[in-house]
């Protein structure tokens, strides 16, 4: 799954950028500048998701971008996070079984699936090679206002 989701930007009454997205009505932010609340939505996707993934429920597929709105990624490592969480999820395996499967204790992988822990993201691409899945990445000219 891409974790790129289109964004409606437009501004207040006080010339603030205001940022929401439709595939994830949770996350909604606000900046001065659009290089700052595309930042923030980053974040604010990221921490909306990652609520979805606690909660065990699936996460959105991002819809395709319409008129004016922008596509706003998460960041590297909470993608990462989240699709071995998602992938988890899927399969019904456990920390404690992942944990096994690579060679670490539960703890390690506890931190692995956290979005707010900095983990290094080769490990992170290892626990979901070790479940049969890859990261892809790829790079986008970044649109600006």
Known sequence: MRYVYPVTLERDEDGRFVALARDVPEAMADGETFEG??????????????????????????????GDEVLIPVSPLVAAKLSLREVMRQKGIRNT?????????EGAVRRLVDPDHSSRLDRVVAALDALGHHLIIEDQPRRVA
Do not use: F, N
């Open 37 to 66: 609340v595309c930042s923030e939505m980053s974040d604010a996707l990221g921490a909306a998701l990652a609520g979805y993934s606690l909660e065990g429920r699936g996460l959105p597929e991002p819809s395709a971008e319409e």
């Open 97 to 105: 079984e992942l944990a096994r499967l690579i060679g670490v204790s």
